[in-house]
Nanobody, 130 residues
Framework: QVQLVESGGGSVQAGGSLRLSCAASGYTFDSDCVGWFRQAPGKEREGVAAIYYRRGLSADSTNYADSVKGRFTISQDNAKNTTYLQMTSLKPEDTAMYYC???????????????????WGQGTQVTVSS
């Protein structure tokens, strides 16, 4: 059974940093697209970042929402089957529930579209105070 488990959320002050983790189990693909989405109260879920990786190759391709470019970094540790989202210079508007999702070996086209992704985690809350 495929399972994605997020961790690393919490409460920080504006300007602070957090690192979110998404641990995958129950499947192993030679390539995969993993994305991070977030949803604030009363708002639609939006794509934050995505990474397309291929096992055995060091070069990954990444995508970011304009609102987080230069502040967030997505990365992949294939040995641990874990995807990370390093978040720096956090702002109150970054407050949301953060979800990771996996698309399987079908690429990252439409990386910020929920329908691209097959598997979803339960989310981890990030709260940024001013």
């Amino acid at each position: 059974q495929v399972q994605l488990v997020e961790s690393g959320g919490g409460s920080v002050q504006a300007g602070g940093s957090l690192r979110l983790s998404c641990a995958a189990s129950g499947y192993t693909f030679d390539s995969d697209c993993v994305g991070w989405f977030r949803q604030a109260p009363g708002k639609e879920r939006e794509g934050v970042a995505a990474i397309y990786y291929r096992r055995g190759l060091s070069a990954d391709s990444t995508n970011y929402a304009d609102s987080v470019k230069g502040r967030f970094t997505i990365s992949q540790d294939n040995a641990k089957n874990t995807t990370y989202l390093q978040m720096t210079s956090l702002k109150p508007e970054d407050t949301a529930m953060y979800y990771c999702a996996a698309a399987g070996p079908y690429g990252c086209a439409g990386w910020n579209v929920m329908g691209t992704f097959i598997y979803w985690g339960q989310g981890t809350q990030v709260t940024v105070s001013s």
